[in-house]
C-alpha cells in the first residue's frame, strides 16, 4: 500500500508540476507583453514604452522566463499567487471564500445524482423491457440530450418567474441550491442510470445471484447486497469524474445563476484578462482533480479485495 501510495503521489506531483509550467506560460500567451497587459488593466489605455520597461522592471519580467517560473512557483507553494490585476487585492484572499460555494455545488450535485442515478438503473433491471425499463431509457436518452443551461432558462421560467416558489440568484439558503443542482444533476442522473442498468444486466442471471435468491433472500436485498457491490468500480469512476467536472465545469450555471463560486470568479478573471487570477484557478483546479483520483483509487482498494490482492503478490 505504501508503495501505491508513492506512486500516485510522484504521478500526481508530476501533473501538478507541468501544469504549474502552463498556468505561468499563460502570461506570456496572452496578446502583447506582460507588462503592458497589466498596465492597460491599470490605467486604463496604452502605456508609453517608459512605463512598459519600469513595471517589467518591478514585476521581474526582464528576467529570464526559467528563472521567473522558479521564483512564480516558489511564491505559490507559500499561497502567494500574486494580487489580481482587476482588484489588486491577493489572488488568494479573493479565491478561498469562492471555494465554498463550488464544493457545494459539486457535492450536492453528486448527492443528487445518486440518489436518483442508481434507482432509476435498478428500476429499468427489474423491470426489464416493462414500464421501468422503457423508463429508464427514454429518460436516458432526453436527459444527455438537453444542454444543462437550456435546463437552468426552462426552471428558472417555470420555478421562479411563474410559480415564485424558488430564488434565481445568490448562495444564502439551502434552496438556492434546487435550480443549479437540477440544471447540472439531470444529465449526469442519466449518464450514471443507464451505466448502472448496463453493469447489472450483465450479472442479473450470474450464479452467486441465483444461490442469493435460492437461500430466500428478498430480491430487494439480493441486489443491494450482492450485485451492486460488485459494480461499483465503474460508479464510482463515474460518480468520481463528474464531481471533478462540475468543480471545473459549472462556469455557466454559477454565471446564470449568480452563485459566488470560482465558475463565474474564473468568467470574471478572462473578461478582464486578470491573469494571476487564471493562473491561480487553474492550479487550483487541477490540484483538486489530483487529490480527488488519489482518493478515489484509495477507495478502489477498499471496495474491491480483488485489487488489493493483486497488489500483494505484485509486492512478492
Given amino acids: 500500500m505504501i508503495k501505491f501510495l508513492l506512486r500516485r503521489f510522484l504521478g500526481g ?7 504549474s509550467f502552463l498556468s505561468f506560460t ?11 497587459v497589466i498596465l492597460v488593466q491599470r490605467l486604463g489605455r496604452i502605456p508609453t514604452t517608459a512605463e512598459t520597461n519600469r513595471l517589467a522592471a518591478e514585476y521581474g519580467f526582464d528576467r529570464p522566463p526559467l528563472i521567473q517560473y522558479l521564483d512564480w512557483t516558489s511564491h505559490a507553494l507559500r499561497g502567494d499567487f500574486g494580487n489580481s490585476l482587476r482588484s ?5 484572499e479573493e479565491l478561498r471564500p469562492r471555494i465554498i460555494p463550488t464544493l457545494l455545488l459539486a457535492g450536492a450535485t453528486t448527492l443528487f445524482t445518486i440518489l436518483f442515478g442508481i434507482p432509476i438503473g435498478l428500476l429499468a ?20 440530450s438537453i444542454p444543462d443551461f437550456w435546463l437552468a ?44 442498468r448496463s453493469q447489472l444486466l450483465d450479472t442479473k442471471y450470474q450464479d452467486y445471484l441465483r444461490t442469493a435468491r435460492a437461500k430466500g433472500l428478498p430480491e430487494w436485498l439480493v441486489w443491494f447486497r450482492h450485485a451492486l457491490p460488485n459494480g461499483l468500480i465503474p460508479l464510482v469512476t463515474l460518480a ?31 473578461r478582464y484578462n486578470d491573469i494571476p487570477v487564471i493562473q491561480a484557478t487553474v492550479l487550483l483546479i487541477s490540484t483538486t482533480f ?15 479485495p480483488r485489487l488489493r490482492e493483486s497488489q500483494h503478490y505484485e509486492n512478492l
Fill in 240 to 270: 468520481v469524474n463528474q464531481f471533478s467536472a462540475i468543480v471545473s465545469g459549472s462556469v455557466v450555471i454559477e454565471t446564470l445563476f449568480a452563485l459566488p463560486g470560482i465558475g463565474q470568479f474564473y468568467v470574471t478573471a478572462v
Fill in 88 to 92: 489588486g487585492a491577493p489572488v488568494l
Fill in 26 to 36: 499563460l502570461i506570456y500567451l496572452a496578446p502583447g507583453e506582460p507588462a503592458e
Fill in 153 to 196: 432558462f426552462v426552471l428558472i421560467l417555470i420555478f421562479s418567474v411563474y410559480l415564485r416558489w424558488l430564488p434565481t440568484h445568490g448562495l444564502e439558503n439551502p434552496q438556492d441550491l434546487i435550480l443549479p443542482v437540477i440544471s447540472l444533476g439531470v444529465a449526469n442522473v442519466a449518464r450514471l442510470s443507464r451505466l448502472v
Fill in 290 to 304: 489530483i487529490v480527488i483520483n488519489l482518493f478515489t483509487d484509495l477507495a478502489y482498494k477498499l471496495i474491491d
Fill in 125 to 144: 433491471v427489474l423491470q426489464e423491457k416493462g414500464f421501468g425499463d422503457k423508463f429508464s431509457r427514454f429518460f436516458s436518452l432526453v436527459g444527455v
Fill in 13 to 19: 506531483l508530476g501533473v501538478l508540476l507541468m501544469t
